[in-house]
């Protein structure tokens, strides 16, 4: 454990939040630490990973894609196969329960790519909650089908017009609710960031991806990975599959981060690899920022990379040297992600895929007697309809 | 007079409230905001805020959002805010700067303070800066002798209230109700029993903002508070006219009609 009771890692995180905020803060991370403690709520959850996610999630070795990967072992943890098709549904499963210990009746949501959106709004039908998904005019158009689904399942999805319309927007927004209705309300969040205790709880929450790969990987193989990838946009796959591996110095935490056109560009999502040390969204992390302070507008094929903050564990994980943080452009993402596609018969999503572009670098770097780990985020049926806009495939 | 305490001491000896306007930095122009600003002194304002406009303002509703983006489009930074704060000075009134926390962090947490007191400004309002991140600003306040206006809320409770109260100078700004910025039609019930609660832990003046914006609202609160503050009202009188003049006579309009409100 490296935060400290107030949510720092080492210089980052804490809260910056309006006072109004405090005590529904404070009130979640009570009611996370006892949550924690309490083997009745911890039971209810694994039952429900184990009977609605689907969990444990397989791993799957992939040796056709290892050839574009200079022959290293790869392993995909698939969280893709999860119910709603992706991780996002280990974190919202458990803070839908603690809404539900908390006495509370709505659950409000911000979403990127629509996946955290869909997954909300899954949880909500399934302990009758009332949904609200805030999200960027931009993404519900890169994004539509998602949107069709969390109408489908009974939420309200509601097109933010402010900003740059993408997450970032959607967060204010969601903010602004939840200020209003904090009384009634819990903010979902959807990734590793925002005002303690979100940091920490989210991730407590997406672990199981690494106890369960860390586990699998000694059954398999006898062995832990030499390197353990995920995508990073807020960092909760990211951070769910490196935090049990922290304490294995041997074993490399590598996040690939969307880069668009090229970090030199300006038009990128590289918090860490391209941002300074500031405060978004209630947290102390890197930040895409001017030099007036103002948030820059990030950009990236991928709605659930597009965002120009990062969780603040990341950060610290960063600047201690623990994790390495690289780049990877669109062009190189959706290069990983045809070749995954065509080699294997998995259609990632494309966050997912600017792991697998990263997963080529360092296989080729580490050779091939490496052995990669590689959190496989989400399915690509919600791309779709980009990858074909991409590869010129008509509709 | 300059500063906020020499303002209440006044307002307290005149048995009324303190009319406190906000307005956020270049909005609608650089020029024309401190025109507008004028034009709320000369109506009867009797101190200032000075918005800094933010990218990712969470705290703040569509009127005061909308004001803040034209800003930033205009291409408004710190020196701006700066020269537009001690151009308000110049009038004759006690200004603040209201800030989210980032853009104090980027400019330098101690830089910043020392340019506010450099430019004749009285303090900083930090609405999304808590108490237990303040460690650096406390030391740089304390350095350039300016005061911290922490926002407390209908939500913070009695345990908690005493901790940010104390850490309050110039005054203590009440959040009337649970929400962003904006026009309300009544002023919230939460805000009387929140003076109440600050009043009773502190001798530092309360002013109470979020959603007044007519003269009854004003003179509501002015029967509790030692401060009432108007931001949304004044930027809507900007948007809905047609020209400049329009504006301004309708702010200053508006300026009398609250200074008599809070006349009790
Ligand atoms: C499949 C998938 N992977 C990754 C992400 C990025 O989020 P995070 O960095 O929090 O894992 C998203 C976000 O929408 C996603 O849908």
């Given amino acids: 454990m490296i935060e400290d009771f107030l949510g720092h890692f080492g210089p980052y995180g804490g809260r910056f939040v309006p006072e109004a905020l405090i005590n529904a803060l404070d009130e979640l991370t009570a009611a996370h630490e006892s949550a924690k403690n309490d083997p009745v709520f911890q039971s209810e959850l694994s039952e429900l990973h184990r009977t609605y996610t689907g969990r444990p999630s397989i791993i799957t070795e992939v040796k056709r894609f290892a050839e574009h990967a200079g022959g290293a072992r790869i392993f995909l943890k698939r969280e893709d196969l999860n119910h709603t098709g992706s991780h996002k549904i280990n974190n919202v499963l458990g803070q839908a329960l603690l809404t539900k210990r908390m006495g509370k009746k709505r659950i409000i949501a911000e979403t990127g790519a629509g996946q955290h959106g869909v997954a909300s709004a899954t949880a909500a039908a399934l302990m009758g909650l009332e949904c609200v998904v805030y999200m960027g005019e931009d993404d519900t158009k890169r994004q539509s089908l998602n949107v069709a689904r969390m109408k489908l399942l009974g939420a309200q999805v509601v097109p933010v017009t402010q900003g740059s319309r993408t997450l970032k927007d959607a967060i204010n927004e969601a903010m602004r609710d939840w200020v209003t209705n904090v009384e009634t309300t819990h903010y979902l969040l959807g990734t590793v960031a925002g005002p303690h205790p979100f940091p920490t709880m989210v991730r407590d929450f997406h672990r199981v991806i690494g106890v369960e790969a860390r586990a699998q990987m000694l059954q398999d193989i006898g062995r832990l990975p030499d390197a353990v990838l995920a995508c990073v946009g807020g960092g909760s796959n990211a951070i769910g599959i490196f935090h049990p591996f922290i304490d294995d110095k041997n074993v490399r935490l590598i996040g690939l981060e969307a880069g668009g056109s090229g970090i030199a560009s300006g038009k990128h999502a590289s918090t860490i690899s391209g941002g300074t040390p500031g405060v978004l969204h209630g947290t102390r992390t890197y930040v895409l920022q001017d030099e007036n302070g103002q948030t820059v507008e990030s950009h990236s094929i991928s709605a659930g990379l597009d965002y120009p903050g990062v969780g603040p564990e990341h950060a610290y994980l960063h600047d201690i040297g623990r994790a390495e943080y690289r780049s990877i452009t669109d062009a190189e993402a959706m290069n990983a992600f045809k070749i995954l596609c065509e080699t294997e018969g998995i259609i990632p999503a494309i966050e997912t895929a600017h792991a697998l572009a990263g997963a080529m670098d360092i296989g080729k770097e580490l050779g091939k007697d490496a052995v990669l780990l590689l959190n496989l985020s989400g399915r690509g049926d919600k791309d779709v309809q980009t990858a074909a806009e991409y590869f010129g495939i008509p509709l | ?264």
Avoid at chain 2, 7 to 18: D, G, I, P, Q, S
Avoid at chain 2, 197 to 205: D, S, Y
């Fill in chain 2, 1 to 264: 007079m300059k500063t906020l305490s020499e303002l209440f001491v006044k307002t307290k000896a005149e048995n009324r409230a303190a009319l406190i306007g906000y307005m956020p930095a270049g909005f609608p122009t650089k020029e024309e905001c401190i025109m507008t600003i004028k034009a709320m002194v000369a109506g009867g304002v009797d101190a200032i805020e000075i918005g800094y406009p933010y990218s990712d303002p969470v705290m703040d509703g569509p009127i005061i959002q909308a004001a803040a983006e034209l800003s930033l489009a205009n291409g408004t930074n710190a020196e701006d805010v700066f020269d537009i704060l001690q151009a308000t000075v110049e009038m004759g009134v006690p200004a603040v700067v209201m800030t989210y926390w980032n853009p104090i962090e980027r400019f330098g947490v101690k830089e910043f303070a020392a340019e506010i007191i450099k430019r004749g400004g009285s303090g900083v309002i930090t609405p999304d800066l808590t108490v237990e991140e303040s460690i650096g600003w406390k030391e740089a306040c304390e350095i350039s002798g300016i005061n911290r206006i922490y926002v407390v809320a209908p939500s913070t409770t009695d345990e908690r209230l005493p901790k940010v109260v104390t850490q309050c100078s110039g005054f203590v700004y009440a959040a009337s109700l649970m929400g962003v910025t904006g026009t309300r039609t009544s002023v919230s019930g939460n805000a009387k029993s929140l003076v109440a609660r600050v009043k009773a832990i502190t001798a530092t003046p309360v002013s109470v903002g979020l959603g007044v914006s007519t003269k009854e609202q004003a003179a509501e609160v002015a029967q509790y508070a030692d401060g009432v503050i108007v931001g949304s009202a004044f930027i809507k009188q900007l948007q809905e006219s047609s020209s400049i003049g329009e504006g301004l006579a309708k702010v200053e309009n508006l300026a009398k009609e609250l200074s008599a409100g809070v006349r009790r």
